[in-house]
């Protein structure tokens, strides 16, 4: 595996006993930053220490980045007092809405992929960098409903997004396999068409089938346990990135064993490793032929 690799696992009250007790087994932890927004300085002094046990990268859930609509004053102000207080190596967001106006929706949406939300996303960036003084990775985010009114597919969309804010690029690998999947795409054809030189972070998860108006939709939930395919994924991603990759499990919920936690850390391991060795392979084939 490239040496710079890092295998991590996201923060949850519930495994952090577990997270301590495995450190050796854990590269990076990824934190909720919006779980602090409310937080004590006390409090963020004791986020902070776990700084000093390992590796911390931040991510954020509720900003709603991709809107025409202004990001509220109020959750800049709060998100750059958590990052400034944390100091995480890294931060990110995801490229969806969650409000209108005064309305919560509850959820992480997809927004019409125009050239309208291409604008108001880079807007809205261009105000988080300005607070918070570092960019975020954004990342692609997975729907049940192609957005209607697009004018773009996701891929295209998020590419702009990325190359005017200047961004790198987040990629959730289940998101992408689930919206591939539910709309008739290859996974592997709809991995090639996003920025790939710009991927800094990947997340991994699970989800399971759900009937949604007699159609079968995936639904990424979080709670059930990374599938075959992803690792799938991430090797071919491992193979074609030469950049180094941050990878974060992400679970929510119905949490097995911490030793299967570990099982599906290590496969990730394993699968950049293969991937990186094929693109050592292709290199050396390359070179032979010169």
Not at 61 to 68: C, H, K, M, P
Not at 202 to 222: A, K, M, N, P, Y
């Amino acid at each position: 595996m490239n040496g710079h690799d890092r295998v991590g696992l996201g923060w949850r009250d519930a495994l952090a006993a577990s997270i301590y007790l495995h450190l050796d087994s854990i590269d990076v932890v990824e934190v909720i930053l919006d779980d602090y927004f409310n937080a004590s300085a006390r409090q963020l002094r004791a986020l902070r220490s776990l700084g000093r046990e390992v590796p911390v990268i931040g991510h954020g859930v509720t900003l709603g980045l991709a809107s025409v609509s202004p990001v509220a004053n109020s959750r800049v102000e709060r998100l750059a007092r958590v990052v400034n207080a944390l100091e995480p190596q890294s931060w990110s967001e995801h490229l969806a809405f969650v409000r209108s106006g005064s309305y919560e929706i509850g959820h992480l949406a997809a927004p019409p992929r125009t050239l309208s939300t291409i604008e108001g996303s880079v807007t809205n960036i261009e105000t988080i960098r300005r607070a918070v003084g570092v960019l975020p990775a954004l990342e692609n985010i997975a729907t049940l409903i192609d957005p209607p009114g697009s004018a773009m597919s996701e891929p295209t969309w998020v590419g702009q997004i990325l190359c005017a804010a200047g961004t790198p690029l987040l990629l959730d690998l289940h998101n992408l396999y689930a919206n591939a999947v539910n709309f008739g795409h290859d996974p592997f054809e709809y991995l090639r068409g996003f920025s790939l030189h710009r991927v800094q972070v990947v997340h991994i998860s699970g989800g399971v089938w759900i009937e949604l108006d007699s159609t079968r939709r995936l639904l990424d939930d979080h709670v059930h346990d990374v599938p075959d395919i992803v690792f799938t994924m991430l090797a071919w991603l491992a193979e074609h990135c030469p950049q180094s990759l941050t990878v974060i499990l992400e679970r929510d919920g119905q949490y097995p064993e911490f030793t299967g936690l570990l099982r599906q850390l290590q496969r990730a391991r394993e699968a950049l490793a293969s991937g990186r060795a094929r693109r050592r392979s292709q290199e050396a084939y390359e070179l032979a032929a010169v």
